[in-house]
Nanobody, 115 residues
Framework: QVQLVESGGGLVQPGGSLRLSCAASGRIFSIYAMGWYRQAPGKQRELVAASSRGGITNYADSVKGRFTISRDNAKNTVYLQMNSLKPEDTAVYYC?????????WGQGTQVTVSS
């Protein structure tokens, strides 16, 4: 059974940085493109960044130039480096395959950007 476990969230001041990690069981990274998603209170979940198996990336306009997705297929781990964080980045962040599968949503990791 594939499981995705997110970590690395926390409270950070505006302008700060965080690095999220998503560890997967199974061989998911060798098969699927991976994505980071987020859901803010009262809003729908949205794609933040995605990476194909070959490393082609795609970003939401709101995070371009600030966030970087990367993947380590040998470690079955995908990362999201978040710089220049803004209060509007506050959300629960999830990883999943891209396009997402309902079978793979995990608990997510909370990111709060506040002074």
């Amino acid at each position: 059974q594939v499981q995705l476990v997110e970590s690395g969230g926390g409270l950070v001041q505006p302008g700060g940085s965080l690095r999220l990690s998503c560890a997967a069981s199974g061989r998911i990274f060798s098969i699927y493109a991976m994505g980071w998603y987020r859901q803010a209170p009262g809003k729908q979940r949205e794609l933040v960044a995605a990476s194909s198996r070959g490393g082609i990336t795609n970003y939401a306009d709101s995070v371009k130039g600030r966030f970087t997705i990367s993947r380590d297929n040998a470690k079955n781990t995908v990362y999201l480096q978040m710089n220049s964080l803004k209060p509007e980045d506050t959300a629960v962040y999830y990883c999943n395959v891209w396009p997402p599968s309902e079978d793979f949503w995990g608990q997510g990791t909370q990111v709060t950007v506040s002074s």
